[in-house]
């Protein structure tokens, strides 16, 4: 199946410090991308959805000044925390979609811990 | 919400036994998929069963699709160590482009 993958895997960082996290699809062009976030033996909350060239929808709840996506090329979306704090540690995890056909598969990444001290 | 309830949250069982979780949405939906994640990890994509479908195999897992009922269960026959791990259902609505929504999720663990 395709390969998407994360980088960092894992990040500890300063309260007030803002971190990025990358995601790439490897073997194929991602029209879309997904980032979800994972609180500790919880499940996974989509955060927002973005789309190749354009801004990125976020979901209910989802601060979009303080959660910043760029997802500039068909390969690569970034996540950014911006004054991050120690609410914000949790395990985020992005996804990516290569078609428009309804019902095709998500492929995951492995997933970047934040831990915000 | 759209978020899918999943039962049992956790389930222990000895090895080459059965697991069976239980899933269930409150919306229409253009597919449901399973996944794994193993503590602290990414996830693993098990098989994806369409609106239309109503069983689908694959190699030990078994899903099932009751889209009157709202609800689907994975099926593991004659479990192994190896497959303690959490498993999560997640739907795409049928209302939005892609946007999938995870279940709770069960904690499965496989006693040797």
């Known amino acids: 199946g395709a390969v998407v993958s994360q980088h960092p895997s894992r990040v500890i960082c300063k309260s007030g410090t803002s971190v990025k996290i990358e995601c790439r699809s490897l073997d194929f062009q991602a029209t879309t991308m997904f980032w979800y976030r994972q609180f500790p033996k919880q499940s996974l909350m989509l955060m927002a959805t973005s789309n190749e060239g354009s801004k990125a929808t976020y979901e209910q709840g989802v601060e979009k000044d303080k959660f910043l996506i760029n997802h500039a090329s068909l390969t690569l979306s970034t996540l950014t925390v911006t004054s991050a704090h120690p609410e914000d540690s949790s395990f985020y995890i992005c996804s990516a979609s290569g078609t428009i056909e309804r019902g095709d598969t998500q492929y995951f990444g492995p997933g970047t811990r934040l831990t915000v001290l | 919400s759209q978020q899918g309830e999943e039962d049992p949250q956790a389930l222990s069982i000895q090895e080459g036994e059965n697991a069976t979780m239980n899933c269930s949405y409150k919306t229409s939906i253009n597919n449901l998929q399973w996944y794994r994640q193993n503590s602290g990890r990414g996830l693993v994509h098990l098989i994806l069963?369409?609106?239309?479908?109503r069983e689908k195999h694959s190699g030990r897992l078994r899903v099932t699709l009751d889209t009157s009922k709202k609800s689907s269960s994975l099926l593991i026959t004659a479990s192994r160590a190896a497959d303690t791990a959490s498993y999560f259902c997640?739907?795409?609505?049928?209302?939005?482009?892609?946007?999938?929504?995870f279940g709770t999720g069960t904690k499965l663990q496989v006693i040797p």
């Open positions: 997640a739907t795409e609505g049928s209302g939005g482009y892609q946007k999938v929504t």
């Open positions: 069963i369409r609106s239309n479908e």
